[in-house]
């Protein structure tokens, strides 16, 4: 019972049993005299005992309430980062609510002891607070990967094609499914040019646009392919030295899809162009191809370089062709697009190579213009030849129809009548081969020395001397 304390019972005068004091009959039936202080000091022990049951009660409502506030004043895991290492303080150790581990992962001294007057109280012990065993970590998709170098380049390769001219090759890329992108060094005057794609296929396109002043020709497609890939434009506004650029472009005119890459040198003016200089190659052929940032984004267009200048090229501001697509004016300049602004770049005299290149295609040039007037003499005696001796078809096409005499065994003397026939053939053979000779010298030297293609190209078909047998 709960009063049966030896303070809290008397003595049954009848049969000796202990009886409490707040109870007046005896379990043999014998009346118990009830002393009135005695049972007032019972009732005052049970509201005592109560009060200390309420008080054992908000303890534990205390204790809830300091652990509520420590979660909510608790830093964050990734406040934690910053935060100076906090100092534990006596306060901590000695109060009742804060988890306490010995140091070989045991509750502490005090731990035990307060979980033992929880357990008197008849409340379950608080469950120790739970300690992360790492902070979380940022989400691994919280930043985007970067695409790799390689994906950037297969991206972009099928927009950027090989242009082909009238006057020679160069580069130009996608910017829409109709709309080409180029220098105007490149088209010249040419109305139409062909546009011969990663693949290998080609296609006509009309020069819609030029503007010298800047050195853009804008191009438009006869018929668009409605899955074009093409490169986004970006802006040279935003561009910062140390930056990686890309340039694609056909190489030597030849080379298609030839990659370089670089890094921004500076962002100049030339006038009211805006030009991006960079050390990424840019050789002769890149004129007109794309200079892409390190995600694809069209920033530039390749325009020129220094000759022996290590690293030293540059590309007109895309923004420019952007203003032009977009009707506004791409600039105040009026001139052709030229580094006068930056003299100090341009080389005072030149290079060794430099001036090798240069004679070597002044003297082609003179070369090819000689040997037309050669080929233009002997045409009128192959003409009498034609109608006195030789009337059968001449197989093939040629630019002076006696280069057949400089096919092998394609006219003999033994074709022909005996006599004058037979002999001119012969002193006609001869006068052809020293042509042929002559020509092919030429073309080796004008190679040594660094021509390009296109101007040999050129040459040859300005002065009539188009023969696929310079190389035999």
């Known amino acids: 019972m709960p009063d049966s304390g030896p303070g809290l019972s008397r003595p049954c005068p009848s049969c000796g049993r ?25 009732e005052a022990g049970q509201r005592g005992g109560l009060s200390l049951a309420n008080l054992a009660i908000g303890v534990l409502l205390l204790a809830g309430v300091a652990a509520t506030g420590y979660w909510s004043l608790r830093p964050s895991p990734e406040a934690a980062f910053d935060a100076p290492p906090r100092q534990t303080a006596i306060a901590d150790v000695t109060s009742p609510g804060h988890a306490q581990t010995a140091p070989g992962g045991e509750p502490s001294a005090e731990r035990r002891a307060w979980d033992a007057e929880l357990a008197k109280a008849g409340s379950p012990a608080p469950a120790p607070i739970a300690t992360p065993s790492a902070l979380p970590t940022e989400p691994a998709a919280a930043l985007a990967a970067t695409a790799s170098l390689e994906d950037v380049v ?78 986004p434009m970006g802006s040279a506004n935003t561009l910062r030295p140390g930056q990686e650029v890309i340039i694609i472009g056909s190489a030597l005119g030849t080379l298609q899809n030839s990659v370089t890459r670089g890094i921004v040198s500076g962002v100049r003016q030339s006038g009211s162009a805006t030009m991006v200089q960079t050390d990424a190659a840019a050789n002769p052929g890149n004129s007109g191809g794309p200079l892409l940032d390190r995600n694809g984004v069209a920033i530039g267009v390749t325009t020129m370089g220094f000759r022996d200048q290590q690293g030293l090229n540059f590309a007109v501001a895309i923004d420019h062709a952007r203003a032009i697509l977009e009707g506004r004016p791409a600039g105040s300049a009026t001139a052709p697009l030229a580094l006068n602004d930056l003299k100090s770049l341009t080389p005072a005299l030149p290079s060794e190579s430099e001036r090798a290149l240069d ?25 009498s030849f034609r ?26 003397a033994a074709q022909v009548p005996a006599g004058s026939c037979a002999a001119f053939v012969i002193e006609f053979q001869q006068a052809a081969s020293r042509i042929g000779r002559e020509m092919r010298d030429a073309l080796e030297q004008a190679r040594r020395a660094g021509v390009l293609p296109g101007v040999v190209r050129d040459a040859l078909r300005a002065n009539r001397l188009e023969f696929d047998g310079w190389d035999r």
């Open 387 to 412: 109608q006195s001796c030789y009337t059968s078809p001449v197989p093939g096409s040629f630019s002076h129809e006696w280069f057949v005499m400089l096919t092998p065994r394609a006219v003999t």
């Open 154 to 231: 297969s991206r972009a390769m099928p927009a950027v094609v090989l242009v082909e001219t009238s006057s020679g090759r160069g580069s130009g890329f996608f910017v829409r499914p109709d709309t080409i992108i180029t220098n105007v060094h490149v088209v010249k005057d040419d109305g139409f040019v062909k546009l011969r794609r990663m693949d290998g296929t080609t296609l006509t396109a009309r020069v819609d646009r030029r503007s010298p002043a800047f050195d853009i020709a804008i191009l438009k497609l006869v018929a668009p392919s409605a899955g074009q890939v093409v490169i």
């Open 359 to 383: 004679e070597g295609q002044r003297g082609f040039l003179a070369t090819a213009a000689a040997v037309s007037r050669a080929a233009d003499a002997l045409d009128s005696d192959w003409k």
């Open 18 to 42: 202990r009886v409490p004091k707040s109870v007046a009959v005896c379990r043999c039936g014998a009346d118990v005299p009830v002393v009135e202080s005695e049972v007032m000091d019972i």
